[in-house]
């Protein structure tokens, strides 16, 4: 059997710091991010992507918070997917010629008596001061919070997740790539699996796209 590797890259990896998270420059990193599934892929590994979302969510929802008096604003959860499907998009691109990679846009199911939920530590969106930081808690409604000594940012609840609903044709996903080598194309074609569940979403760093890269 193959060697399969989950690699895990953070929302602060495709948006750097001293960056301000134009398209550009987050393509340039994802671009990095193939390069290094390549060699991994050329020394015999499969390789599943996994990634955080903390800069790009945050900054949508500052840009949902802009445009609120002409569109109606969207939940967090929401805000969650669309940059799942966005970063999904990134990472699919940049690994063009590289591997033919699935994209899968997961939902999180979690506890909606979780503890997380009252005492927020997830920090989303831009580095601000700390007198900045203090005026968005007191206009927004924001909890706010130092992160590793690198500024102020936006926190949101990460409660533990109790399982991914598409787990199930994620596995089925890889029987079927590790069993037959499909054939490559011109451009990698992205696809999205969505299920629901009753249970309260996460915008935590479990509730990530999956690329898979297929061997």
């Keep these: 059997m193959g060697k399969t590797a989950v690699v895990a890259l953070g929302g602060n990896a495709i948006t750097r710091g001293g ?6 420059e987050q393509a340039e990193n994802a671009r990095g991010m ?17 990634h955080g979302n903390g800069p790009q969510v945050g900054n949508l929802a500052v840009q949902q918070l802009a445009g609120a ?11 969650g997917a669309m940059t799942e499907g966005q970063l999904g998009s990134l990472l699919t691109l940049a690994l063009a010629g590289v591997a033919e990679p699935v ?19 997830k920090p989303i969106g831009p580095f601000l001061s700390e007198a900045e930081a203090t005026r968005q808690a007191r206009e927004r409604g924001w909890t706010v919070g130092e992160d ?27 029987s079927m ?25 996460s915008c935590s760093p479990f509730s990530s ?6 061997r």
């Design 148 to 174: 590793a000594g690198r500024g102020y940012r936006r926190m949101v609840a990460s409660p533990a997740p109790l399982r991914i609903n598409c787990s199930g044709p994620l596995m089925r996903l890889k």
């Design 103 to 121: 994209c899968v846009v997961t939902h999180v199911v979690v506890d909606p008596a979780d503890p997380a939920f009252s005492r927020p530590t």
């Design 69 to 79: 008096a002409e569109v109606p604003e969207q939940p967090l959860f929401v805000l």
């Design 34 to 50: 193939a390069d290094a599934v390549r060699r991994m892929r050329a020394a015999g590994w499969t390789v599943v992507l996994v």
């Design 209 to 214: 796209a999956t690329t898979w890269c297929g």
């Design 19 to 24: 960056q301000a998270g134009t398209h550009a």
């Design 177 to 201: 790539r590790m069993r037959r080598r499909l054939p490559r194309t011109t451009q990698p074609p992205a696809r999205s699996i969505r299920s629901c569940s009753a249970s309260r979403y």
